[in-house]
């Protein structure tokens, strides 16, 4: 069964602090691994990764692929408690997206 | 910039009632998704949509379930008898490309009595 795994399950920070957060997954047919943001409501696009190495960064944001470990990371620097937010980690494959269970991140004031 | 927008934002209905929630997707996106979110569990794929035909659909998707695009801007999901377990907020995503990035609408709360 296809599945994605993220960890830790919940992480809280003071502000300033970095973040690393972890998605493994086991998904036949990969073709790309996103990464979103849920607040109150809608998850929220941050990454796509399609290859392996190659870091994308937004910001205080950043995130590499590992296809040949089959993982991602999301790293979060110098957090603000506007991060506080659940991270979701999902798998495209064919024509739908496989979620994890998410990362609910705190960070204090 | 362009946003996926859903309708309504909350809606309770009794069990056995036929539901309708409505979407509009990014006005020049060709391929059309629904997710579910039960409370505190992971984000489920339902059904994705292109060129006015399902896809792919998942097994949560039987025959209660159905999606349209009635129009040229709105594409609708419908439960026609509701259960209890469909209680969920329901997510309306859509994507220029079938392998491009999905961006999702702020979703419907459905609470089934």
């Known amino acids: 069964e296809d599945k994605v795994v993220q960890s830790p399950l919940s992480l809280v920070v003071h502000e300033g602090d970095t973040v690393t957060l972890n998605c493994s997954y086991e998904v036949t047919n990969f073709r790309s691994l996103l990464w979103y943001k849920q607040e109150k409501k809608a998850p929220t696009f941050l990454f796509m990764l399609t290859s392996s190495g190659i870091e994308k960064k937004s910001g205080r944001l950043s995130s590499i692929l590992d296809k040949k470990e089959l993982f991602s990371i999301l790293n979060i620097t110098a957090t603000q408690t506007g991060d506080s937010a659940i991270y979701l980690c999902a798998v495209e494959y064919g024509n739908k997206l496989v979620f994890g269970a998410g990362t609910i991140l705190r960070v204090k004031s | 910039e362009p946003e996926v927008t859903q309708t309504p934002s909350h809606q309770v209905t009794q069990m056995g009632q036929e539901v309708i929630l409505r979407c509009v997707p990014i006005?020049?996106?060709?391929?059309f998704y629904w997710y579910r979110q039960i409370l505190g569990q992971k984000v489920e794929f339902l059904v994705s949509?292109?060129?006015?035909?399902?896809?792919?659909k998942s097994e949560i998707f039987d025959d209660q379930f159905s999606v349209e695009r009635p129009d040229g801007s709105n594409f609708t999901l419908k439960i026609r008898s509701t259960k209890l377990e469909d209680s969920a907020m329901y997510f309306c995503?859509?994507?220029?490309?079938?392998?491009?990035?999905?961006?999702f609408g702020p979703g419907t709360r459905l609470l089934v009595l």
């Open positions: 006005s020049n996106h060709l391929y």
């Open positions: 949509f292109y060129n006015n035909e399902i896809s792919e």
């Open positions: 995503a859509s994507s220029r490309g079938q392998q491009e990035t999905q961006y």
